[in-house]
């Protein structure tokens, strides 16, 4: 346990740079296990949860490692290559690497072994072996399909078309990776697109794929199985995700005037931006251009007055991760903030609805829970604060609530900031950098 307090903060002030994207980053690693040669990964997020994806790789005969320059390199193993690992897999946190791994492995002819921490053994996976059986592979799991299991490869995979029923690129992902190895097209349809990360690094791989988009906003994906996957250089780039904290960090307390620089900006990505600037924030986005495939900019964001806004479902798939921190900028602002289509916020690292709204009304908010929907009433003042937040594991809770003590009048308290190494280690010092009072306290 590592409890730490976040008091009022001065006003921000600095350039900074949030680490690599860590849904860029595990798919570099899988990939350059899967692809003939030697793949250079520039920029890697080295949190717990890629250092997971990273062992289990090594762990399947893969060679990954990280250089003095803190470039990493991959010797990949190509399509179907890779050998029974001789324990079990253990991916800690990340629901991401076990369930895109689960379809790697589904292909596999071998059996393999994984489980995780006390959160990720909680979450569903029969999203991801709903779709797979079809496919030819087995698995054998704890009751409702929760971790540890075994994923019972097939040598003889069929493609498959599978609907989303879902919007989850965790789910998307998997699908694909198993048709990787088996013989002609496998086609996924998705309702509301998820980011697309894996559609582009594939192609990236020298994979076929071809994205149609749909008249009602949906896109059907079609991959052709069996490609030989080659090597190729990956510069990955930082995590709006992660880039999502101190940006709304500067925008509820009074003076700040920071850039992130090279934030991610993957329009699949971006729906916190949007929402804050339909909230009267000021970000503005300098430097726009593409690198290695991915839209990045330096974003300016300066203290603002923020109003309520409503947020529209089908804006979800596009700031799934972003809630928790919208809801505490949704605290600072003047109105009611109201977000819809909330419901797979309650399979994340924990039920996220319910630990928001438990932790803002710790920390004096109005707030309101529907199953799939979530009210925040700001006053436009600054927030009271002083709540005792549990964070439950989950990295996202932890820094949002740190982000709230940083604006609010009294000191917010957080039962344990160490998952936030999951995904973005560095954090409070980078933080403290710019003028926040994040402590560590003694432990209970
Ligand atoms: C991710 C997809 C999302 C997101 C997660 C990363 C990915 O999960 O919440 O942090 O890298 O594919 P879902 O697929 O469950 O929506």
Redesign the pocket.
């Known amino acids: 346990m590592k409890p730490v307090r976040s008091h009022q903060s001065s006003p921000l002030h600095g350039t900074i740079r949030v680490p690599g994207d860590?849904?860029i980053s595990?798919r570099a690693l899988m990939f350059g296990a899967m692809a003939v040669g030697e793949t250079k990964v520039t920029g890697l997020l080295e949190g717990e949860d890629v250092l997971s994806t990273a062992a289990a790789m090594r762990a399947l005969g893969a060679s990954v490692e990280r250089g003095d320059d803190g470039i990493w390199t991959v010797r990949g193993r190509g399509v179907g290559g890779f050998s029974e690992p001789t324990g079990v897999l253990d991916m800690g946190n990340s629901?991401?690497a076990a369930r895109l791994l689960m379809g790697i492995l589904a292909t596999q002819s071998f059996t393999t072994f994984m489980t995780g921490d006390a959160s990720l053994c909680s979450r569903p996976m029969e999203r991801v072996m709903t779709p797979l059986r079809p496919i030819g592979v087995g698995f054998v799991s704890r009751s409702k399909g929760r971790m540890p299991l075994a994923i019972q490869g097939t040598d003889a995979p069929m493609p498959i078309t599978y609907e989303l029923p879902v919007?989850?690129?965790?789910?998307k992902?998997a699908v694909m990776l198993a048709g990787l190895n088996a013989p002609g097209k496998t086609t996924v349809i998705e309702p509301n697109p998820?980011?697309d990360?894996t559609e582009k690094m594939l192609t990236h791989f020298g994979a076929e794929v071809v994205v149609e988009e749909q008249e009602n906003g949906g896109r059907v994906i079609t991959l052709t199985g069996q490609p030989e996957l080659v090597a190729r250089d990956v510069i990955v780039p930082t995590d709006p995700s992660s880039a999502a904290f101190p940006v709304v960090a500067a925008l509820i307390t009074p003076g700040s005037d920071i850039t992130v620089e090279a934030v991610g900006m993957n329009p699949l990505r971006t729906g916190l931006f949007t929402t804050l600037k339909e909230m009267g924030a000021k970000i503005t986005a300098l430097n726009t251009r593409v690198e290695a495939g991915e839209e990045v900019a330096d974003l300016k964001v300066e203290y603002s007055e923020l109003h309520g806004v409503t947020v529209p479902a089908n804006r979800a798939p596009s700031m799934?991760?972003e809630y928790p921190v919208l809801a505490v900028a949704a605290s600072f602002a003047k109105g009611t903030t109201h977000m819809e289509g909330l419901e797979?916020l309650r399979v994340?690292e924990s039920d996220r609805l319910a630990v928001v709204v438990e932790s803002l009304k710790a920390c004096g908010i109005d707030v309101e829970e529907g199953e799939s929907s979530m009210t925040v009433v700001g006053t436009g003042e600054p927030a009271l604060g002083g709540g005792e937040i549990k964070s439950r594991l989950d990295h996202r809770i932890a820094m949002s609530f740190i982000v709230f003590g940083m604006a609010s009048q009294k000191p917010v308290s957080i039962d344990d900031a160490a998952p936030i190494d999951t995904s973005f280690p560095g954090f409070s010092d980078l933080m403290n950098g710019l003028g926040a009072k994040i402590k560590e306290t003694a432990n209970s």
């Open positions: 860590k849904s595990h629901g991401t919007a989850s690129a965790q789910v992902s998820s980011r990360h799934i991760d797979e994340k």
